[in-house]
């Protein structure tokens, strides 16, 4: 079974991964951005490549792309009073399954997940599904994201209006 | 209601206001597109997005689909993505590569990249019946398709003037100012399409596009997060902040310099807004592109070139161009309270790579399914053409700031101020000729 990446990593390892992702939907979902940005390391991404094949994000079109500060601009930007077309009731949520942990270090756990996610907004309901790939740092903290890698089903659009979130 | 109620369609349209219709009627649509998307120049796509033999990408004109490829020879045609054997779509996908030859999926009729057919499947099942060298049984080209600078256009009308007449000096602006950039003078499509959808009428946007008094109000959450970014920024870094801050912050510049802007109605509807955006810095990325620009033209010549400075070209009724970020929106109108964007940006040849940094950044910023910018606008797009096909509340949209102020040469219109509604009555001054006809 040398495909089984569950039990090559720890029972513990994929346990702290499932309880991020959990946390970190929870997050997005009840809106709590403080708590979004200590999710990822100082120098964490948060990416959405523009097409399925996409190697990197650096240089190149991409759907998000994301440091500390552009996610720190985003928040403030929707919490912002004049943000009038935040102003829709904008709910989302999140279910996050398959987990599987794709390799494990000292430091560093990949972590490959599936995410279905549903927003309402002006009476009506999208639907988005994917892949999401963390590479997580392991800190005295517990895990913080260097990179979040989000593979949209349907990446090429077209979208049905804009993201203001992430997902 | 219905189209016969109004007299005729130049009458929704008055000098300073226009009837909802226009935007949120069905029948005024469908005429729209016989009149104008059929009529006049459309923009298909550029020629480096099929570089190689075989290469394709799909896309509209009106309800019309097309295709734009490249052949064996090199030529880049326009197509209707259509089979004459069945009437089914040859190409299903967005893009690809067709090696050797288009391939129907239901029969398998085959045609080359000019539309001609290249063999058919037992073939003796027609032989005395019909002749396969006959034109019908080819896929049809565009009525007609001219290039310019790289950009390819297609018209569905036989007659009509040429591109560049139509064009005119207002729209080849939009590409000389992009192709000008590049010492090679040239550029290059950056292949990746974003398409967005606007549930609103495809006039809204173009009329958003040189809307000069919604940036600060609009915008206002977005600039004002992106200032405060700078300040976090350099408060942290010590380091210059990322010029896609700024591209953000200037949205909120004060009412009173967008008023100071010019606007430009041409022939046909072309319009374009003065840029506004300090694109010319004194860091190393411009110097270096002034210095690739006069070692090949010369300083004065290098001058002239990146003093022009636009911030939107819209070639009505088909494209929003921003020359100096090298980006480009495409409209595809699907229906009177629907309309498909499709976004792309550019690369200048020879050009240093901080130069597409800046355009990449914008098109990240306002034009990526992630933007905070176009989040508003689709926002109001929406509201507008909601509020707009309701039967009551009224019956007119007014254009009327500045109106009969606005200076003309030669049938050049230079707005009075950068808030005056020239570019919507401009932009409408065609519809009505157009709808007219």
């Known amino acids: ?167 | 209601m219905p189209l016969d109620q109004y007299n005729n369609l130049g009458s929704l349209v008055e000098p300073d206001r226009v009837h909802k219709a226009c935007y949120a009627d069905e029948q005024v649509f469908e005429k729209e597109l016989e009149n104008i998307f059929y009529k006049s120049w459309i923009y298909i796509g550029h020629e480096s997005q099929v570089p190689n033999a075989g290469d394709y990408w799909t896309t509209w004109v009106g309800k019309e689909r097309m295709i734009l490829c490249r052949g064996e020879n090199g030529d880049v045609n326009v197509l209707y993505n259509r089979c004459p054997h069945r009437g089914a779509l040859i190409c299903n996908n967005l893009n690809g590569n067709a090696p050797k030859a288009f391939r129907c999926p239901y029969h398998a009729w085959q045609f080359n990249m000019d539309g001609s057919l290249r063999n058919v499947p037992m073939k003796q099942g027609y032989e005395g019946v019909i002749d396969l060298t006959d034109p019908q049984l080819q896929m049809k080209r565009a009525e007609r398709q001219e290039t310019y600078r790289g950009f390819v256009f297609a018209s569905l009308s036989e007659e009509g003037p040429s591109l560049e007449e139509w064009l005119g000096q207002g729209a080849k602006a939009a590409f000389d100012d992009i192709c000008n950039r590049s010492p090679e003078g040239e550029c290059e499509v950056v292949v990746n399409c974003f398409r967005i959808i606007q549930h609103s009428n495809w006039k809204i946007f173009l009329e958003n596009q040189l809307d000069a008094v919604h940036p600060s109000i609009t915008h206002h959450s977005t600039g004002d997060a992106a200032a405060d970014m700078q300040r976090v920024y350099k408060e942290k870094t010590g380091d210059e902040p990322p010029m896609g801050y700024q591209f953000l912050a200037d949205f909120t510049l004060p009412y009173e310099k967008w008023d100071s802007l010019d606007t430009i109605g041409h022939p046909y509807g072309h319009t374009l807004l003065a840029g506004y955006m300090g694109l010319r810095p004194r860091d190393p990325v411009t110097i270096a592109h002034e210095e690739s620009l006069t070692a090949v033209h010369g300083e004065k010549r290098m001058d002239e070139i990146l003093s022009t400075n636009v911030h939107h070209v819209l070639v009505y009724p088909c494209l929003s161009v921003q020359p100096p970020l090298q980006q480009l929106r495409a409209v595809r109108p699907l229906a009177a309270n629907k309309t498909l964007t499709e976004i792309w940006h550019f690369r200048l040849k020879g050009a240093p790579e901080g130069i597409y940094d800046r355009s990449l950044a914008y098109y990240y910023h306002v034009n990526s399914p992630s933007t905070m910018v176009n989040a508003d606008d689709l926002n109001n797009f929406r509201a507008c053409q909601d509020g707009l096909t309701l039967e009551g509340g009224g019956d007119w949209v007014s254009f009327h700031r500045n109106y009969g102020q606005d200076p003309v040469e030669n049938g050049i219109t230079t707005s009075v101020t950068g808030m005056s509604k020239q570019p919507m009555r401009n932009m409408f001054a065609a519809w009505k000729e157009y709808m007219s006809a």
């Not at chain 1, 990593?9 to 709590?32: G, H, K, M, P, W």
């Not at chain 1, 959405?48 to 996610?71: K, R, V």
């Not at chain 1, 009731?89 to 390799?103: A, P």
């Open chain 1, 1 to 167: 079974m040398s495909n089984d990446t569950t039990t090559r990593s720890s029972t513990s390892t994929l346990q702290d991964v499932e309880q991020f992702l959990y946390r970190q939907a929870d997050i997005l979902d009840e809106r709590r951005w403080e708590e979004w940005l200590g999710l990822f390391t100082d120098d964490g991404i948060y990416w959405m490549p523009a097409s399925a094949d996409q190697e990197t994000g650096e240089g190149q079109p991409n759907i998000f792309w994301e440091d500390h500060y552009l996610m720190d601009m985003r928040i403030r930007r929707v919490e912002h009073p004049y943000a009038h077309s935040q102003k829709a009731g904008h709910r989302t949520s999140h279910v996050v399954s398959n987990v599987m942990i794709e390799s494990e270090s000292d430091d560093e756990i990949v972590a490959t997940s599936r995410f279905h996610m549903v927003e309402y907004r002006l009476d009506e309901q999208r639907y988005f599904g994917g892949k999401y790939t963390h590479r997580f740092a392991r800190m005295d903290a517990g895990l913080k994201i260097k990179l979040q890698r989000v593979d949209l089903a349907n990446v090429e659009g077209p979208f049905e209006y804009v993201m203001q979130i992430w997902l």
